[in-house]
């Protein structure tokens, strides 16, 4: 074989080395690739129950905290305060408050505006210019008698 063809040779067996070590590395690669997927994807799986787990603790919470307010405010009535987060029932309860203190107030008003004097009116003697003289003596004597 000549020279050139011996180099050529070389090459080629070079060439299918680099191809091979290439298509390792490509395979190691993707079973890395799948390894972090897989690790990925569990820690997903992790995170959701973690979230959903906060979510019920902050639920319970804001049901705690709406329960304190309400024992704190019997007037205020419970039908009006909502939420599911602390500050929701917070904002909630705020309007209901608001509402009570409205309602309040304007039934004070009203109160006041039909309030009538408590006990009978004062006491006036009885006006005799409308009686005749005759109704007048009459009077003054039944007056003298009882």
Known sequence: MTEETKEV???TAEGEGEENDQETQIGELEATLAQLQQQMAEREQQVEGE???LKQQLSVAAAKYRGLLLANA???PQELVRGETPEEVEA????AREM?????RQLEAQAQSERV???APARTPPDFGALSPQEKIAYALAQQQG
């Not at 909630?92 to 309007?95: T, V």
């Not at 009570?100 to 309040?104: G, I, L, N």
């Open 92 to 95: 909630s309860f705020a309007a």
């Open 117 to 119: 004097p408590t006990g």
């Open 51 to 53: 979230v959903s787990a």
């Open 74 to 76: 019997p007037e205020v």
């Open 9 to 11: 040779e070389e090459m």
């Open 100 to 104: 009570v203190e409205k309602v309040k």
